[in-house]
């Protein structure tokens, strides 16, 4: 598996990148707060004279929390005194009560810096509008987590030119990887790597402690994949339930989903011409597993004649009802945990 010499987007902080140059550690204490600051700095680069990150600034509150006393997590926010792109300085913030010490980092990075903060030198695409960002932090056991985010605020929009890409993952990565247990990690858009990296102007790629780690194509299928082995983990996942199921329990056939320029390569690969509608679903193998369904599980779907304008949640029986009344079914996305369905999504397409 290639690396891509971009340490820069991996992590600032790794004690040498893709440069003979050693990297430089210094620490500050802001004027202004009583947060000390430890910066990791990467020799620069780039020359590039794009615009720093935004550096808006919150209330220094993060909605629907409750610190707990003790604990502290650290997190990374771009130091906008430097001119190289990637470098970071850390902030200590309160671990969160009902969170993992990754999932309150997060979240706390996702609510962008205090006014505090901002004055002591921290900028960031994220701010209080991009609050609630963070969908889920999936562990899992190999030491890889997945990072599932929605655009709130439009923060990806903003983090489409070189610079503040750069400045967003090397957030990201500083923040996630700061624990030792996190050996690699995956960002998602709305459960799609590759949606999320096309607007920073690269395919999906995943990074560990060394750096960026390109992949091949079909572990740039969306959700968790579609080479899962002979069970399925928790996670996402793309495919068919054929008609005949019930409210216990369904049969999957799991399928890749491609977008983006993972979906025309994989119709290059298959012989198809390029997807008009950018994705391309790739089911070749024909496996059904059966799943039980949780009781409390919830159906995203399209009732009136797949109007993708007429989406409502019900239960599953509502949704197995209306979809027999409908006469055909859409491919699907499924939430399980513990080979359990908590939820599922109907995906439209044109």
């Known amino acids: 598996m290639t690396r891509a010499c971009l340490v820069l987007l991996a992590l600032v902080l790794t004690v040498t990148a893709c440069s003979d140059s050693d990297s430089v550690v210094t620490v500050a204490t802001s ?19 794009e615009p720093g990150p935004d550096t808006t600034v919150d209330d220094g509150t993060t909605p629907d929390t ?25 902030w200590a913030r309160p671990e969160l009560a009902e969170m993992t010490a990754l999932e309150a980092a997060l979240t706390h990075l996702i609510a962008g810096p205090t006014e505090d903060e901002v004055a002591g030198g921290a900028g960031s695409v994220f701010s209080v509008a991009t609050a609630g960002s963070l969908v889920r932090v999936t562990e899992e056991g190999s030491g890889r987590v997945i990072v599932d985010l929605r655009d709130l605020g439009g923060w990806l929009g903003r983090s489409s030119a070189s610079c503040s890409s750069f400045a967003l993952l090397a957030q990201l990565n500083a923040t996630v990887l700061e624990f030792p247990d996190v050996e690699r990690v995956r960002y998602e858009l709305d459960g799609h790597c590759e949606v999320l990296f096309n607007t920073l102007q690269h395919e999906c790629i995943e990074f560990d402690r060394v750096g960026a780690i390109e992949l091949p194509l079909v572990e740039r299928a969306g959700g968790s994949g579609c080479t899962p082995g002979d069970s399925l983990g928790d996670g996402r996942w793309y495919g068919l339930v054929p008609d005949g199921f019930s409210t216990q329990s369904l049969d999957f056939d799991l399928a890749c989903w491609f977008l983006g320029a993972a979906a025309a390569e994989a119709a290059a690969e298959d012989g198809e011409e390029s997807p008009p509608n950018g994705y391309h679903v ?3 193998v024909a496996n059904l597993r059966t799943l039980a369904i949780h009781p409390s599980a919830t159906v995203l779907w399209y009732p009136d004649g797949g109007d993708p304008n007429t989406s409502v949640e019900t239960d599953v029986a509502a949704w197995l009802a209306g979809r027999e009344e409908r006469g055909f079914g859409f491919g699907v996305w499924i939430d399980t945990t513990d080979e359990t369905v ?8 044109p």
């Open 31 to 49: 004027s202004t707060s009583s947060t000390s600051t430890t910066t990791t700095e990467t020799p620069s680069t780039t020359g590039s004279t």
């Open 66 to 90: 409750v610190p707990l006393d003790g604990g502290a997590v650290s997190v990374f926010f771009s130091d906008v005194d430097d001119t190289d792109c990637s470098r970071v300085a850390a």
């Open 282 to 284: 790739r089911n070749t």
């Open 342 to 349: 908590i939820r599922i999504v109907e995906e439209w397409v």
